[in-house]
């Protein structure tokens, strides 16, 4: 066959792969994500799996510190840390993730049916995962949490109270719990006559090894005989949104004064009382329930946190305030072939593009001109030396001040650091997620590709959950970025050289 038969038979496939790739998406729904090993660890079928309630404070079987690690954990890419990672499976690292235990029909040996399914060694859950509570001065309630080991192995919880000590009371320290089972503990909430009348802020927290899991506590403290009530209700399509969407309330303000005006300040603010968002208004109120809807429009890079939705309404020199939580959760993340719908209108309209392009190869073949033109590549741009010193220098910086002050702050800041860098260095746009980096490298034919991708692939999820890392491992990992970036300066060193050569 010549030349342009056998172009002619290339552009015919193209086209029929490119006509059934909708049929294929549409008949490929989503089921839940299971992933069956056979023998040695041989992938035998993966579906994809969306999480539908991460940061509930429960960590389903289908949930992955990777993929929820604020319910399930932080990944830390070490076997034998008691935890087992996104890269560890029950045959790689039994000592974290367990034996791997057969399920369904068929015996366990090298070959034998059923899959595997790995299970974490120390892992535990609580319910509810979250309590907020308007209450009055003098006011006291009990909370009854409940708390399940939902790992392999039996644990001992340490139960503590964080920044709210002076209110929260528990009847356990530690609580003993086999594989597989639940215990309850009560939370006495206590307010002395004398609070102050605002919000206070903390966590119920429980630790079993490396894993530290917490409870987020808003306590709204109120005069019984105050003038004003206020009431904030998040409508409930909201109470659970993701980057870039709004989140809804009602204000109620009970009034026992009479027709008068006040300053009503709205705001959203982070769990360390960071306001995000605000406004202010002045609102007219009559005697009674006067109800005023509220809402916000959350930033686009929002990170998956509980925040707080905060009023503050002034009359008379004094301040009257009620906050509530809501939720942020992580964008939908595809983690496989299929995953919703718009993976097929995708595919539709990625088929049209194909058969446009083909349908203008083709009229170029049957009019005997040129079907391909080569485009030159162009020349990468290099990233200036003086640039990769200054990033070592932030991050050298940011040691210093982790040595005397080590907080959420820094593991923020850190991460944008480097992916500021990464953006820069490989030219990409800076608003790609660490995930969408790692995609883009593999395709890169680069050196230290894998040293690259693997440091990625080991920071992509740590900084979302509750429970701060260790300050040694976030030192470990900063010091792993310099050593990076120092491979990069003698890079750039040696093609300044080559080019002041040529």
């Known amino acids: 066959m010549d030349k342009n038969t ?80 996104t890269n560890e499976t029950c045959n790689t690292c039994p000592v974290d993730c367990g034996s791997c235990i057969v399920s369904g029909g068929g015996g366990g040996g090298g070959s034998g049916g059923g899959g595997f399914t790995p299970a974490l060694r120390i892992n535990f859950k609580f319910e509810p995962g979250v309590i907020q509570e308007q209450m009055f001065q003098g006011g006291s309630l009990i909370k009854t949490i409940n708390i399940t080991n939902i790992g392999i192995e039996s644990i001992d919880v340490d139960l503590s109270v964080i920044d709210l000590e002076n209110f929260i009371f528990l009847d356990e320290k530690t609580i003993y719990l086999k594989s597989g089972e639940t215990e309850q503990f009560d939370a006495l909430i206590s307010v002395s006559e004398s609070t102050e009348s605002k919000v206070f802020l903390g966590d119920i927290k429980g630790k079993a090894g490396n894993i530290e899991k917490s409870i987020p506590v808003v306590l709204r403290i109120i005069e019984e005989d105050a003038p004003f009530r206020i009431q904030i209700n998040i409508s409930e399509e909201t109470k659970v949104i993701k980057p870039g969407e709004l989140v809804k309330a009602n204000i109620n303000i009970l009034n026992s004064l009479g027709p008068l005006s006040a300053a009503l300040l709205s705001s959203i603010k982070d769990r360390q009382e960071n306001v995000l968002l605000d406004k202010i208004d002045e609102v007219d109120l009559n005697f009674g329930e006067n109800i005023f809807p509220q809402e916000f429009k959350v930033p686009i890079d929002l990170e998956p946190d509980y925040y707080l939705f905060f009023v503050n309404m002034t009359y008379g020199g004094k301040n009257y305030i009620d906050a509530v939580t809501f939720r942020v959760e992580s964008p939908v993340e595809i983690t496989g072939f299929f995953a919703e719908d718009y993976i097929v209108y995708s595919g539709i309209i990625g088929s049209i593009l194909i058969l446009l392009v083909l349908f203008y190869f083709i009229k170029k073949y049957f009019s005997r001109k040129k079907m391909l033109f080569v485009k030159k590549r162009k020349k990468e741009k290099i990233v200036p030396r003086v640039s990769i010193i200054q990033t070592i220098n932030k991050l050298k910086n940011l040691k210093k001040r982790a040595d005397k002050k080590y907080g959420y702050s820094l593991v923020e800041e850190f991460f944008k650091i480097i992916k500021s860098f990464f953006a820069k260095y490989y030219h990409f746009n800076n608003n790609l997620t660490f995930e969408e980096m790692k995609n883009k490298l593999n395709k890169k034919d680069i050196k230290q590709k894998q040293m690259v991708i693997s440091f990625i692939d080991k920071i992509a999820h740590i900084p979302y959950t509750y429970s701060l890392i260790p300050k040694s491992k976030f030192i470990g990992m900063v010091n792993e970025a310099i050593s990076i970036l120092n491979s990069y300066k003698s890079k750039a060193k040696l093609d300044k050289v080559k080019k002041s050569n040529k």
Not at 29 to 57: K, N, Q
């Open 6 to 85: 056998i172009l002619m038979i290339l552009v015919i496939l193209l086209m029929a792969i490119s006509i059934a790739s909708p049929i294929f998406f549409y008949l490929n729904t989503i089921s839940p994500s299971h992933v069956d090993r056979v023998g040695g660890g041989a992938v035998a079928s993966v579906s994809v799996f969306v999480p539908a309630e991460c940061g509930d404070g429960l960590c389903e079987l289908d949930e992955l510190c990777s993929s929820c690690p604020g319910d399930c954990g932080i990944c830390v890419f070490e076997c034998g840390n008691d935890i087992c990672d």
